[in-house]
Structure formats: structure tokens, C-alpha cells
């Protein structure tokens, strides 16, 4: 697998710059985008937190629980956009490209439909999961709330991945940047009732995040739509595939939904047994997870751009690319991540108050600090490799891995460290831990696998660099 690598030192030197360059070029605006999209919570989980505990834990919950779930279900459903966009974009064709998108636009919308219905009932699923009367009224609620702009963000996700896929990620940035200021200055009028307006509380923020959505989704459907600089992508002429003449895009799309709502509902899960534990630990659950999410949106996007970088080297059947692009991804992923524990280690104290002044609250968490920031390591090295398999078009076996990760090994362990051990919330992070290390590396075994069976075809010449599309450029008319 690794003889064109060794014997061919400036091919390789050449690829890993390329490739370093690439991922910082790409990674840059989606990393951005997914900040922006942790922004979003990081600013409701502040803005509720400071407004009150309780308020903070019902939204919290309203989140982990359903709405999260959901989301992400959505997402992995329309994870074939990026793929094959990128694909398509890799081989040159741009019309294939406009195709992808404007083919999933009514398949979009069925998901969005269907995924409004199933959070409709939701105090009777939270009562289902164990919660108390309280907690299943106040959390139902909000979960009704936020489900009406879920057809948004599905939206905003089909058109960034489409954007991502033809290395245009920075549109999808800005309009994130532009909801992110409407979401802080609508949950301050909401949450705390400020200029005359109601003062909802978690209520407010609910209603905000659903407004943002839609701002985000028909923002960024109606760039694509007039957009000039995407006339060559044919994204207006109507689209003559048939149903399963796009199969395979769904197939992907079906296998990244299962894997990842297995992966949301096991930490759904922790959500559930830190209400079982009570409302200090399950606002601070929240609490955790906002923390260390930063760490985990860059790994996100650099698992996104590396899917790119894949699945372009795979659309020229480049063995020795593909394995490169995967490493360089999990390599800039993994420092990422010490440089964030070393930072979460330094200032421990200062930002944990960001997001509560609850004394209860930081004491469960500032004595556990090391523990938990060490969990973004494995989850998100756990996540690239799990975007460089999609970008291999992967389909059953990331899926199957994660599950046996998260649902066969993290869930058990947790329950029995934190319960019948009685290690409560501290429990829940070693949990953590096990799975996402366990996630890691099932996918990675599998990824070196792929890559000792791939064959390489056309093997470049000693100091050639292997060709690409050239990088596109963002045209100025936005």
C-alpha cells in the first residue's frame, strides 16, 4: 500500500502540501459554518443559562433528547449531496453537480415534513424515556417550538453541503454569520423581555431558533438559485432523473442516517440518565457539551473538507491520494484537539461561567475538567474518519461500526459506571470516553483496510503531483 509513498519522496511531499493547503482552504469557511451553528446553542444555552436553571435544563433536555436527534437523522439522510456533488465535481462534471442539488430539493422537503410529524408528540415520547411530569410538559413544548424550523435547517444543510462538495464553502459562512447576529439580538428581546417585548425564557429562545433556520436555509436556497456565478452548474434546468437513477445517493444517505442517529440517540441517552440524576447534572451535561463543542464543530469541518479531499482523489481512483487525504485529516484533527484540552485545562473556570453562574454547576463540573475536555480527542478524530469512509462512498460498515460503538459499548458502560457503580456524572464522561475511543477506532481499522485492497490506478511519475480541478474561486456577486 505504501510503496509509491516511500519510493516516491517528492510525490509525496508535494500531495501533503497540497493536501495541508487544500484542507486549510476548505476547512477554514466550513469550520466557520459549523462554529456558527455551535454559536447558535453556545448563545441560547448562555443567554437561558443566566436567565434561569431550570429554563436551561427544560431546553437542554428539549435539544439532547428529540430535537438533536431528529436533526441530525435529516442530515445523514442527505449526506449523498456532498459526496456525490464532490464526485462529481472531482471527474469535471459541473452539471452533475447542479444535479444533485436540484434532485434533492423535493426529497428535502419530504424529510422536513415527515420529521415535524414525529416530533409533534413529544411530551409523550420524554414521558416514554423516563422523564418526570415537569420535565416532559416544559420539554414538550419547547421541542413543538423548534420542530417548526427544522424544514430551514434542513434546507440550509442540502444547500451547504452542495456548496461544500463544489469548494465554495464560505457562502454557507456568511449567511451564518448574518443568523448568528439575529439569533443573539432576538434571544435578548425574547428570553428577557427587553424593549417590550414577552418575556418567554426558554420559550423565547425556541421561538428564535426557529426564526434562524429559516433564515439560514432560504438565505442561502435563494444565493444558489440567482446566484451567476453558479450558471455553469445548470442549477435552474429541470432535473430528468428518474427515482432510482439516484439510488446509490440515497443508499449513502440511509447508511449516514442510521450511523449517525445512533450516535445522537447514545448521547441522547446520557441526556436521559443526567435527568435521572437531576437538574444540576443535567444542566451541566449541557453545559459540558457546549464547552468542548468548538472542538468538536473544527472537527467537523476539517471531517467534511477531508470528505471532499476523499472523494476527489476516490473520483480518479487514487489509491495513495486517498490514504494521504485521510491521514492529513486526522492528523490536523488530532492537534486541534490537544490544543483545545490544553486551553479548556488553562481557563477551566472563566469558561465554564460563561454559560452559568450556577454554583451547583460548577462545582460538578470544574473538579472534572481534565476528564471531560479529554473526551474531544477521540470524538473528534472518531468523526473524520467516520466523513473520510462517506467520502470512500461508504455505506453499511461506518454505520454498523458506530452503532456497535455507541450504542453496544458506550451506553452499557456508562449506566453501569454511573449507576450501579455510583461514579453519577462522572460516570457519564468516562462513558463517554470509552465509546467515542471505541468509534475511532473500529473506522479507522476499516479505513486502512479499504485502502490495503484499493488498487491504484496510473501510478504518478517520480516528483509529478497528481491532477485535480483547479480550486474554485468565489465569484464577487455576493
Known sequence: ??????????????????????????????????????????????????????????????????????????LGLLMGVLIYTASAFGSGDLP?????????????????????????????????????DDLSREGGALIRILALGLPGHLLFIQSTMFMEGIKRPEIGMRVMAVANVV????????????????ELGATGSAWTSTLVRWVMGGGLALYIWFSPSLAPFEIRQPVRDRWADWKAQRMLGYASSVSLAAE???????AIYAGWLGTVPLAAH?????????????SIGVGVASSVRVGIAHGRSDRDDCLLAGLTGLGLTAAINLAFVALILLFAVPLLGVFTDDARVLETLTPIVLVF??????DGTQMVVSNVLRGLKETWWPTALTITAFVGVMLPVTYVLAF?????????????????????????????????????????????????????EPAADL
Open 183 to 198: 439569533n443573539v439580538i432576538a434571544n435578548a428581546l425574547l428570553i428577557y423581555g427587553l424593549l417590550g417585548a414577552p
Open 420 to 472: 450501579p457503580m455510583g461514579y453519577g456524572f462522572l460516570g457519564l464522561v468516562i462513558g463517554t470516553i470509552i465509546g467515542c475511543a471505541a468509534s475511532f477506532g473500529f473506522q479507522f481499522a476499516r479505513f486502512l483496510w479499504l485502502m490495503h485492497r484499493m488498487p491504484q490506478n496510473a501510478p504518478e511519475p517520480a516528483g509529478a503531483t497528481a491532477s485535480e480541478p483547479p480550486i474554485s
Open 373 to 378: 475536555s479529554i473526551s474531544m480527542l477521540f
Open 1 to 74: 500500500m505504501l510503496e509509491t509513498l516511500r519510493d516516491n519522496p517528492s510525490w509525496l511531499r508535494a500531495r501533503i502540501a497540497r493536501h495541508l493547503s487544500e484542507l486549510m482552504r476548505l476547512a477554514g469557511p466550513v469550520v466557520l459554518t459549523r462554529l456558527g451553528v455551535m454559536g447558535l446553542g453556545v448563545a441560547d444555552t448562555a443567554m437561558v443559562g443566566h436567565y434561569a436553571t431550570s429554563h436551561l435544563a427544560w431546553l437542554n433536555l428539549a435539544n439532547q433528547s428529540v430535537i438533536m436527534f431528529t436533526l441530525v437523522v435529516g
Open 264 to 270: 445522537v440517540a447514545a448521547f441522547g441517552g446520557l
Open 286 to 298: 449541557g453545559v459540558m457539551f457546549q464547552l468542548t463543542g468548538a472542538a468538536l464543530m473544527i
Open 96 to 132: 452533475g453537480c447542479g444535479r444533485v442539488w436540484r434532485r434533492t430539493l423535493p426529497y428535502t422537503a419530504l424529510i422536513s415534513v415527515v420529521i415535524v410529524a414525529l416530533c409533534w408528540p413529544a411530551e409523550t415520547w420524554l414521558g416514554l424515556m423516563g422523564q418526570n
